[in-house]
T-cell receptor
Framework: SQQGEEDPQALSIQEGENATMNCSYK?????LQWYRQNSGRGLVHLIL?????REKHSGRLRVTLDTSKKSSSLLITASRAADTASYFC???????????????FGKGTKLSVKP | KAGVTQTPRYLIKTRGQQVTLSCSPI?????VSWYQQTPGQGLQFLFE???????NKGNFPGRFSGRQFSNSRSEMNVSTLELGDSALYLC??????????????FGPGTRLTVT
């Protein structure tokens, strides 16, 4: 079962606005990754942040990680209609292996960006 | 480099039948993982193969099985299909396996419908 929770579950904004999605997880992780999924298709890797990093930027994306609170946030600045998708956080558990596998996914945030 | 490919893309089967899904990883990637995605349970880890060996297995019944070939291509099989097996099955490949895994590259998925 999943051990990550994204918040909010759904987010609707206008083009040009910023979108912030939060993720909380239960298990200790080695690194945390964010993925995007367009409707019913495969996931695309966006960014990876290691457990010893607090913040990372990539283009219009900014990710923060707070290991003490077991939480992460993804900020998309100046959003575009093409950013409409579901966004998932996924952690590589420190006790990697077993039934957890190599990535534990949250339930995702469905982002809708209106033109 | 060609991406991860999955065949078939869509499949309709009847309860009680069995099905085999195929995944070809990115060239040079030796780790292949399988995930099941449903609206209710989200993304759940099925199993991971690395160099033809199953490294991890998720909490799925024995009806779900898989294998990996020497060229890293992987197949998963579901026997005695149930209605609840209707889902998007995603395959992902990565160069490394284990705690230091980097991002995973996902295929477009196979949409399985069981009637």
């Amino acid at each position: 079962s999943q051990q990550g929770e994204e918040d909010p579950q759904a987010l609707s904004i206008q083009e040009g606005e910023n979108a912030t999605m939060n993720c909380s997880y239960k298990t200790s992780i080695n690194n945390l990754q964010w993925y995007r999924q367009n409707s019913g298709r495969g996931l695309v890797h966006l960014i990876l942040i290691r457990s010893n990093e607090r913040e990372k930027h990539s283009g219009r994306l900014r990710v923060t990680l707070d290991t003490s609170k077991k939480s992460s946030s993804l900020l998309i600045t100046a959003s575009r209609a093409a950013d409409t998708a579901s966004y998932f956080c996924a952690g590589v558990p420190t006790n990697y292996g077993g039934s957890q596998g190599n990535l534990i996914f949250g339930k995702g945030t469905k982002l809708s960006v209106k033109p | 480099k060609a991406g991860v490919t999955q065949t078939p893309r869509y499949l309709i089967k009847t309860r009680g039948q069995q099905v085999t899904l195929s995944c070809s990883p990115i060239s040079g990637h030796r780790s292949v993982s399988w995930y099941q995605q449903t609206p209710g349970q989200g993304l759940q880890f099925l199993f991971e193969y690395f160099s033809e060996t199953q490294r991890n297995k998720g909490n799925f019944p024995g009806r779900f099985s898989g294998r990996q070939f020497s060229n890293s291509r992987s197949e998963m099989n579901v026997s005695t299909l149930e209605l609840g097996d209707s889902a998007l099955y995603l395959c992902a490949s990565s160069f490394l396996s284990g705690r230091e895994s980097y991002e995973q590259y996902f295929g477009p998925g196979t949409r399985l419908t069981v009637t």
